[in-house]
């Protein structure tokens, strides 16, 4: 049988762009089909009466970053295209923002940590500086944080830990809840990352790369795909009503969607897909007729849940790129406490918005006398769990031979953010090629080498 298609890849978030890129450089016509009508999923950005709004994904690092990197200069980009964002990140505590969070020296300012807390900072650091070769990012799994949530991991530290670091961090950037996400991946990639200083965003809005990628690649845009079976030797999949053949897909999809369009994985990828749950995450961009600043003049602004109920964090996009905004003007976003997430979204999106701008007047004064426009982006599937219950059937996951039906996604990779979509789908394609090469059985890739 001749498939209708060499290979399809579903989605054109930067998993499946990083896989369909790759597969490309091997010599297979790829067709990737997206729902949306751009690329991007959750590094899009879309453009509105001259502000650029990042509805997803904020900013990457100069550090951590080795696939996104590869992907950049691969795409022609350049590290001009990536400026660094050169603004402190702070939390609020007690009525006003601390600046640092995230900088080596916070040791010594405390960066919101009261004195007496600051001991267990720098033992927090030296701890996980002196493990570092056993915290594999790539395999947070197997590190000696074992099946420690974030809540349990900062337990052997003063409270100050948990609620003015942790806490606000895992929250703002993850949804997470404390209790619930594992600590291996969340201390990985802040040992990853490096301090708040390495990090940088696109120029021009966070789906540049993504934009670019697909740019060079047959992208097909509101193809939504229904189903996709494996047939051992090839793969089926429904696009609108019609049924394709490929010789492989890759599922580059939520893990919730991916267990939704499968009807039931193959039983040795089912354990991990299946407990690969998502948070959801809801953010308020605000287009400003002024350039307003969160109060310490950051660019981000943590609001931990013992001091702030609505809100987890303020960005300044504006201060973040100057472009995100027209001159004289501002762009905030705002986003929600994940406490409040299903309240805020069973209600209508003028309320959320009304609700979250009057919670951030307090961080951002003259914000109401200042807005023109909000846009609510809500993301029902915005950040893998990655629970300990997860990780504990990853390694099988991994182990998993290579078959028609590939999965990418930052939930594969174990990292929530698109350092762990680039690294997945690299991988994804290794396991393709395997999977199509004359020798079949050897061993499939378990991690890329991008
Ligand atoms: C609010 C927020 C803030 C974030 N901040 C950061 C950050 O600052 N830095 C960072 O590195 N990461 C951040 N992330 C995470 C980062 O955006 C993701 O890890 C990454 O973009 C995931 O890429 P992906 O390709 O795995 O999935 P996605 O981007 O979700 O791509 C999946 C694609 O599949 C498409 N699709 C879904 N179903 C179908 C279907 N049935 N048929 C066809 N197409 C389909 C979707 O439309 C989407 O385009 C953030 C995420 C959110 C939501």
Redesign the pocket.
Known sequence: MTPDLDIAV???????LAAAHELRRNGHEVCV????DAP????RSVRRDGYTIDT?????SAQGYRATWQLIRRAGLTPHDVPRIGRPMAVWRGGRPHNGVGEPRAVLTGAGLVPAARPSLARFLAWSGRRRAEIDHDHPETTPLGSDTVADAARAYHPDLHDHLLQPLSSA?FGWDAGRSAAAPLVGLLLAVGPVSAWRTYRGGMDLLATRLAAGLDTRYG????EVTDHGDHARLTVDGTTLTARAVVL???AP?ALK?TGGPHPADAGYVAASTFRP?F?VSCALDRPLAPRGGGYALLTPAVEEPLLSCVIADHLKCADRAPAGAGLISL?ASPRHLPELAAGTEEEAARRLTAAAERYVPGLGAALTATHVHH?PE??PELTPRALAVRAAFLRRPARAVEY???WVAAR??????AR?GALAAARVLAHLAPHRGRTAPQETAA
């Open positions: 579903i989605g054109s978030g930067l998993a499946g089909f997206e729902a949306a991007g999923g959750r590094m997803g994904a904020e900013q990457i950037f193809r939504r795909v229904d580059a999809v939520p969607v369009l995450m953010k986003l993301w915005a950040m990418a996604g930052d929530p953010s698109s350092e762990g979509a997945s």
